[in-house]
């Protein structure tokens, strides 16, 4: 009886179990399946953001695009907002030579706007250089003479802010007045011609120099070969012919206001106050109070050719890094009023 009454226990025992590892399977199946569903919600979720980050960059992209079409092509001047009587004004700021704003490119189509306009009463240009290519430097000063003829009721005014230095004052020159703060730095009539020479250095590191040239001057002025006295002098008779051509500019724009002394012409520069009595200068004066006092046209309107967004980006990206490392070589070479 012992033994039949305990074999239903037995059977019960292992249902049970059989029932157990059944529950278990369905508990593993479940969490199976539910973090497959987090899987995939999650990896939509993320798919789904990264979607919207997509679309928000290429927004992004295309503004800055068309904000760079608009600058470009100038879509925000439109012809109705054309000034009335008014006072053209034009910055030369820094150095004068053709990498820069202050080069003929940029200053002579600025001119020609100024003083084809029927609005403007009269050009100012605001100078603030230390000076630079005696090239440059005379091409802006020739157009201005020759514009000065072409509208001879239209005055031009110099008006320096803290520099107006050699090849900065040979522009100058070419204007009706010049007009200066007592503080301001002007002069520097002369020209120079700078470098450096490695030959002792190179010496004493064991480094050749291994120049060949097709013509026995091809490598003068060379920073890496030795300087001959041949080429030294000849260097200084091209100096002392610019730096008269220089003289010569001052002359015929300043006539008997210039009061000449031995120093006027050998590089030295002088204070506002001191170029004013020394003929340099004509009077004191700033932007606004030539505008208001003497053109009669307080309104002022900037020609200035300012660089475009175009150029900018270029220059961003490398390219003009070739261009300055010529004129970074060339500028041992080229005489500079500086």
């Known amino acids: 009886m012992s033994d039949q009454n305990n074999t239903p226990d037995f059977q019960t025992s292992g249902a049970d179990q059989k029932v157990g590892a059944t529950e278990k399977d369905a508990d593993k ?7 497959l569903e987090k899987l995939v919600f999650a990896t939509l979720k993320e798919q789904r953001a990264r979607r919207r980050w997509g679309i928000f960059f290429k927004c992004i992209t295309l503004a800055i695009i068309m904000f760079a079409i608009w600058h470009a092509f100038d879509l925000g001047d439109s012809d109705g907002d054309k000034p009335g009587r008014h006072t053209a004004v034009i910055e030369i700021d820094g150095v ?9 490119k940029s200053v002579m189509p600025a001119l020609h706007k100024a003083f084809a306009d029927k609005a403007s009463v009269g050009v100012i240009l605001r100078i603030n250089s230390p000076g630079g290519s005696p090239v440059q430097a005379g091409m802006i000063n020739d157009e201005i003479e020759r514009l000065r003829k072409q509208y001879p009721k ?5 008006v320096v802010n803290e520099m107006c230095a050699s090849g900065a004052y040979y522009i100058a020159v070419a204007a009706d007045k010049i007009y200066v703060n007592k503080a301001s730095i002007v002069g520097s009539i002369g020209v120079m011609i700078n470098g450096f020479g490695f030959t002792g250095t190179m010496e004493k590191l064991g480094v050749e120099r291994r120049l060949m040239t097709a013509g026995q001057n091809k490598g003068f002025m060379d920073p890496f070969s030795p300087q001959s006295e041949k080429h030294k002098a000849y260097a200084q008779t091209m100096l002392n012919e610019i730096h008269q051509q220089f003289i010569e500019v001052v002359r015929k724009g300043r006539g008997n206001r210039l009061k000449e002394t031995p120093d006027m012409f050998s590089g030295l520069f002088w204070s506002g106050s001191k170029a004013v009595e020394m003929g340099l200068a004509d009077d004191f ?3 606004d109070s030539i505008a208001r006092d003497v053109l009669k046209a307080e309104e002022l309107v900037d020609y200035t050719e300012h660089e475009n967004l175009r150029d900018k980006v270029l220059k961003k990206f490398g390219a003009a890094v070739g261009d300055g490392a010529v004129q970074s070589v060339s500028g041992w070479l080229a005489p500079s009023f500086r």
């Open 285 to 287: 004066g700033t932007v």
């Open 29 to 35: 199946a479940s969490w199976e399946r539910d973090t």
């Open 96 to 104: 004068i030579d053709s990498g820069h704003n202050s080069a003929a």
């Open 154 to 158: 239209k005055p031009v005014y110099v």
